[in-house]
Nanobody, 125 residues
Framework: QVQLVEPGGGLVQVGGFLRLSCAAS????????MGWFRQAPGKEREFVAA????????YYTNSVKVRFTISRDNAKNTVFLQMNSLKPEDTADYYC??????????????????WGQGTQVIVSS
């Protein structure tokens, strides 16, 4: 059974940093990309970042492009989201996801087959 496990959320002050991780049990060869989505209270889930597993090419939503960095560790089947200069509007539940097929739409939830349970990030002012 495929599992995505996401430790690493928590409470952080405005301007601070946090690193999320997501360990996947999916075989590397069967995974095209992994991504991070987030859902703030009362809002729809939105795309944050994704990384193409084969070459590590990253994709970001505009609001996090300069502040967040997505990376991967092939040997550990793990993807990371380094979040710097955090703002109150970054407060959300963050979800890791994996897609196993080629897609040009990595920002779309529907492209992802496997999802983690989510981890809460609270940015306090």
């Amino acid at each position: 059974q495929v599992q995505l496990v996401e430790p690493g959320g928590g409470l952080v002050q405005v301007g601070g940093f946090l690193r999320l991780s997501c360990a996947a049990s999916v075989r590397t060869s069967s995974r095209y990309a992994m991504g991070w989505f987030r859902q703030a209270p009362g809002k729809e889930r939105e795309f944050v970042a994704a990384i193409r597993w084969s070459d590590g090419r990253p994709y970001y939503t505009n609001s996090v492009k300069v502040r967040f960095t997505i990376s991967r560790d092939n040997a550990k089947n793990t993807v990371f989201l380094q979040m710097n200069s955090l703002k109150p509007e970054d407060t959300a539940d963050y979800y890791c996801a994996a897609t196993i097929h080629y897609t040009n739409y990595l920002q779309a939830e529907s492209e992802y087959v496997y999802w983690g349970q989510g981890t809460q990030v609270i940015v306090s002012s």
